[in-house]
């Protein structure tokens, strides 16, 4: 596998936030990224990220990052 066909395991801190958002956004279209975890307060801590936020962006939440606990 070249490095070129990599895919790397990518993690958003702040993920709750209107910036962890936007990372997310772009780390969902970019194929060269997996989102593999993503850190939010304590508040959010055992919830999917779908019940842990308030979704800000005008793209739809992305799949892959819906179900992330």
């Known amino acids: 596998m070249s490095s070129s066909d990599r895919v790397l395991n990518a993690g ?10 936007r ?7 970019n194929p060269m990224f997996r989102i593999h975890s993503l850190g ?5 801590s055992g919830k999917p990220y779908r019940s842990a936020t ?7 939440l ?8």
């Not at 939010?40 to 959010?44: H, I, P, V």
């Not at 308030?54 to 739809?60: A, F, P």
């Open 12 to 21: 958003v801190l702040g993920a709750t936030g209107t910036v962890g958002q």
């Open 23 to 29: 990372f997310i956004v772009l780390l969902s279209q």
């Open 40 to 44: 939010a307060s304590e508040r959010s």
């Open 54 to 60: 308030k979704w800000k962006m005008s793209e739809l």
């Open 62 to 69: 992305p799949a892959d990052a819906r179900d992330i606990v």
